[in-house]
């Protein structure tokens, strides 16, 4: 079934089935197509594939039956034409803008991106010429007024890492179109499961597969959807050519992944929200960041753009990086590490981890205090989280 037949579908259907035609062996469950090459009946079939239809495999670091499937499930839950599977989520971002840019365009990127991608865009693509104006995410007008001649893409991540801000997907994707610019959003945090950007006006969708999509933690690996003439001929030319590919084996561990992003995806939502409301009331908190809590300043906007506020709570505590230090240091559940969209509770020090690089003036800017700590609320018992989190809280 194509892209198109599969919107018949409802996406937790879709999550489960899209993109698998059996073998000749009719197998249930998906193969994993470990081989790195692929053969031809003759020398003519051999020299007509190399000539490059896509549909005929001939080596994995241009396609593979496996990778396919998950590329063709997650085009099919994000509403795309088609999907380009990669190494990590960074390589996703990196061949989106050197297949799509060339020396001379001009980015414009919200400042709420993930660290890697600030420095891809300030250090690496800066060098070949692409430079990148930042502006806040919440104001399409400071979009507007930072296009430039040569300005071809916008880039956004909504919900923000590790504030939970929201950009408006459809205003400022309007921006973007009214200046012939294309406006790519990373939806990692939300996955199409919550949150569906090309029904909003997005052109390209980036993912790191290696958070929800996989969603227990085990392999790093990336995405782009998108049209068939942009990413299906020109990031996957470049990812043919320059080699970012996903392994057939990650690819596997994203498909069963995805066949429980539905599930997954509302549980996390859930226990994010009741651990939010737990925090703001606690008297230690002076400030609870997740967009389904009344307080947040975009919470209209979640409710309009997103089926579900996520699994990424961030609080604040007076008292700076020792009381934060305490609280992290006194769960014996919760994993402390910087990786999130996991089914196990993680806990993080932004400021000293994902944001310690940065200087403590951009750490301000950015709104990254010293008591700030990030929850990515797993699939534990919400109870059992809250305890955890108590221990620190009530001992401050
Ligand atoms: C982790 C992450 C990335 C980078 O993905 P990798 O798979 O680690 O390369 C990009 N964007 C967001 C929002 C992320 O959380």
Redesign the pocket.
Known sequence: MSTDEWSDYAPATRAVRAGHIRTHEAEHSEPIFATSSFCFGSAREAAESFAGNRRRNVYSRFTNPTVRIFQERLAALEGGETCVATA????A?LSTCLALLQSGDHIVSSTGV?G??TSLFNTYLARLGIPTTWVSPHDPNDWREAIRPGTKLFYL?TPT?PLTEIADIAAIAEVAHAHDAILVV?N??CTPALQRPFDLGADVVVH?A??YLDGQGRC???AVVGDAERVGEQVFGFLRTAGPSMSPFNAWVFLKGLETLDLRMHAHSRGAMELARWLQAHPRVTRVHYPGLETHPQHELAMRQQSGYGGIVAFELEGGQGAAWHVIDQTRLLSITGNLGDAKTTITHPASTTHGRLSPEQRAAAGIGDGLIRVGVGLEEIGDIRNDLARGLDSL
């Open positions: 990590s989520g960074m390589a971002i993930f890697s991608t991540e890492n990373d990692c945090f790191s290696t958070k790093v690996g990336g």
